[in-house]
């Protein structure tokens, strides 16, 4: 399972783009990228997966560089509700003796209003 | 559709005392397993995780521990609880053979006093 490192915190405001980066520099072959996103008293909420390039859906975009020992998180136009902890976990979780899901500390982003 | 159930929600209980938190999923078969521990302020602690019935790999040694008597439960025990056992406990499944997202539970709090 590859390690990662992530800023501790981040402060922003609301409708700034924010953009958390991941680096992942042992990243395996057939390793994945995944963000999760958790709220206080809640469990982390799958965000967003990717392999390589760049993916985006309703809530965020992920881009990833050829070589892929990085990843970065952006969240468009922020609003107070994204106040989180966001998590990037790096690991090939397809087999049966799965890498384990282990998450970092995370990074803490606070949106100001 | 796959939803997991964690239970209860809070718990307060005496040093000493036992403690069994359980977990169920439905809509799946043959899920991964895991169970976390988030102390205040910090990230997931990886405690277990099953890719099977009976079949528990344990990651910090402590005195909890966790069975699956069927494929879709997963229960996490004490015989005798520490003050350093308060923490939000969180259930989680994930599809084997699959790269797709982990779902979690809604959490137990649970407070030793």
């Not at chain 1, 952006?74 to 690991?91: E, F, K």
Request: with cysteine; aromatic share 12%.
């Amino acid at each position: 399972l590859a390690k990662t490192t992530q800023p501790i915190s981040m402060d922003s405001y609301e409708g700034q783009e924010v953009n958390i980066t991941c680096s992942h520099n042992n990243i395996a072959t057939n390793d994945y990228i995944t963000w999760y996103q958790q709220f206080p008293s809640q469990g982390p909420r799958f965000i967003i997966q990717g392999y390589k390039t760049k993916v985006t859906n309703e809530v965020a975009s992920l881009f990833i560089p050829a070589d892929r020992k990085s990843s970065t998180l952006s969240l468009p136009r922020v609003s107070l509700s994204d106040t989180a902890v966001y998590y990037c976990l790096v690991g090939d979780f397809r087999s049966y003796n799965t890498d384990k899901l282990i998450f970092g500390t995370g990074t803490r982003l606070q949106v100001f209003p | 559709s796959q939803t997991i159930h964690q239970w209860p929600a809070t718990l307060v209980q005496p040093v000493g005392s036992p403690l069994s938190l359980e977990c169920t999923v439905e809509g799946t078969s043959n899920p991964n397993l895991y169970w976390y521990r988030q102390a205040a302020g910090r990230g997931l602690q990886l405690l277990f995780y099953s890719v099977g019935i009976g079949q528990i790999s344990s990651e910090v040694p402590q005195n909890l521990s966790a069975s699956r008597p069927q494929d879709r439960q997963f229960i996490l025990s004490s015989k005798k609880l520490l003050l350093s056992d308060s923490g939000f406990y969180l259930c989680a499944w994930t599809i084997v053979g699959s790269n797709t997202e982990a779902f979690f539970g809604q959490g137990t709090r649970l407070t030793v006093v």
